[in-house]
């Protein structure tokens, strides 16, 4: 893969500070960028990094451009921008287009065209599988499954029945999409099974990490809408709504029933409470525990920031006397009110 | 799938306020039932929902029968009925009887009578399957295993060498029983490993999610007892015991050598500490972290409560000044008894 | 497996005191142990198991031979020589050498001597593994990989393209490796997708859990240096570098670009967050959340101490309260100053 920087320039819609002939072979950061790299500056804390960079072009805002040693690409989004460019240098391996002999294919199952089907897969009864699609390698598609237009699954991937991804869905190894929620009704300490009777639907241009769970519902389905990226390790419970555009980060993860709006952002470890409502734009924090629904946008956390553990110790201590701390405040207050 | 409501009230032992002969073929939420559902009403917040419902029938305890609309089943205890209707309308694709041809299964292992036996399952050598056990496609059981009568692992579940499993246990995708547990001996920058020789004991009526970790004893064995349910994501390290009926809830985990009571249940992205004993009753709050034993039924918990980001900031700066800020309330004090 | 007193005592350079042709057959605690086995004492709070053990044998400091009732291995690191005994009595069944005929191994992959290649393994064009690993059953290895010698890689892990293993590295079942990062460009509501171009590199005798997801760098690779250790179902994100030595326990992830320095210990749940750098030995308590760099070693915490639910309340409801509450003890200390 090689392109000239003129041709760069015209695919990025970037102004080109530079020489148009000068060959791009790929993309790097500023500080390990060659003459055939082309780098980018989207974080304006590696600045200081411009001066020094080896790197055939830079991507950069209008008001960073002077900055840049040799060629610059002068774009509005230099990060989007970025995104762009490593796309068109992606280097995966292609997948072999076909069906793998090893593959076991029900017969009542329907195959769109150009789709890969690597070795091992198994697809169940009455699945339809779009064209373009992409199935990985010793991965399950259980009955009644439908994928969209050009879906992604990598290898080792689970989709329990009635499981419908939209178009361009991604999923990573180890994830398992339509479980059984965790839906139990307890009787004289025995927990009885309430049968998991829902689907999971999840829209268009979506992008699932590896060993995530999305369960499906219990009655009705659980809901992923178009846009949303989840990361790794990340738990979605039965009945579960993610609005469009939404982010959950590594190991965060959302119990039943729990609606999250559109454009809102989970941090890594972060845990919702079941059965809440969270509006759009809602962020959380890192390993924040969200246990009553949010009506308005913004930032929410809990928790305390780090400390070195003996003083931590002492603070942990003190939060234990909290209570009594705030009572014996006001108890001085009041007796200085009295003297005042 | 479809019942009479007094059939339905017969198996339930219910009584029906309504017409018998009405014919039920779906269960749903009092929201979008129709009228040949059954609905139930099990939390009373959503006891608002009843005069809209369009349900076919309600399920309800006797203090509430008077405000459904249409037929009730009257029962002592709705959501384990509920649980018991969703059963009978379960409408999960039935697996194939027999033995895959593609499943690769070792002379020395037995098979019980009219088990199911997916595409790509390979089962090691001396295990022996319950009659009526469903091993889902690409499942890999270890040499040695047992499998109690209709145990049910679904696909690209992961079985180590010398896992027990009692009878009726339902193992979800993605999850590992019998991995090593994390023993090391530190020596010289080094961690040099401590083979794992027990196993993994589960006993009956056990339901165990997705992605989930089991991991096998160091010496003896980890143990997971009756009745016990676990959801997705959890991680149980070696020599674990968990006590009869205990829940733990998706994200959660517990460390190694650790022993928790009976009908506890832990919520979700709790962490118990290693060599622990928790007592029978105990209820840990969601992303609690449990550093000491407890004897003691009860909940208990950490953390703090979610506020808007910029106001956490400040507790939080607050927080690790608290062992100073107790001193001055101290001192103040003192102050002012002197004066007093 | 058996071993006299004597040849045990001579593998571990321990000193015997006792007979040396007593038979010893398995290993187990001090508690369990009975005539053949041998057990060890490395945490005085089990002292107090040493008069009534039937172990045939302890392994014991020089500072606690006496107490000992039968015979004794004295030794310089008791936990170290416990590790060595297990791995001397390992009882894991041996995998197959060669090759199952259901993997499919193409035909430009490079198998090294004394592979043992298990039923329906995918080892994917231009693989390269060592001599004498281990590939466990239905496990995939994509494209462009590297296995130095000696590797194992259990059932149903899955290693992405370009993914570089040093010598004697174990793999768990259902870990990904490779698998994309977390890297999206936000604009207008929508994420683009950020290709990840690295690999991943990991080292010599490291040892990875189950379940345990390692993302590819996006511009580079995410580095696990030699002798690190990782539990189960642990996130370790793009561009990423564990130092060599370095521990992490269940549940902990850590996010894109940190840097985590040598004989680090991350304990479970611990989570840490992106562009990071952490100093060599610094052990981060369990459920604690890093959120700034870390230049000098020693331990770090965040969060609270355990608490009866109840109590946990009036507390976690006066953290709300912290800033106003410092402020009013500034305003009576300063009341107080000026009548002083």
Known sequence: MQLSLGELAQRLGAELIGDADTVIRGVNTLKDATATDVSFLANSSYRSQLPDSNAGAVIVSAKEAADVRGAALVVANPYLSFALVTQMFDNRPQP????????VVAASATLGDDVCIAANVVIGEHCVIGDGCEIGANTVISDHCVLGRDCCLRANVTLYHDVVLGERVQVHSGTV????????????????????????????DVDIGANTCIDRGALGNTTIEDHVIVDNLVQVAHNVR???????AG????????????????AGGAGIAGHLALADGVHVAAMTLISKSISE?????????????????????????????????????KSHEGKA
Chains 1, 2, 3 share one sequence.
């Open 96 to 103: 072999v287009r076909g069906i793998h002999p090893s593959a």
């Open 177 to 204: 999409i339509g479980a059984d929620g965790f839906g139990f009704a307890p009787d004289k300490g025995r927990w009885h099974k309430i049968a998991q009777l829902g689907g999971v639907r999840i829209g268009n």
């Open 242 to 248: 993610l609005g469009e555009g939404t982010a959950m």
């Open 251 to 266: 190991n965060s993860g959302v119990a039943g029933s729990t609606t999250i709006g559109k454009h809102c952002t989970i």
């Open 297 to 333: 946008s913004g930032a929410y956390a809990t928790g305390t920031a780090q400390m070195p553990m003996q003083e931590w110790r002492r603070s942990a201590t003190r939060f234990r006397q909290l209570d009594s701390m705030a009572k014996r405040l006001q108890q001085l207050e």
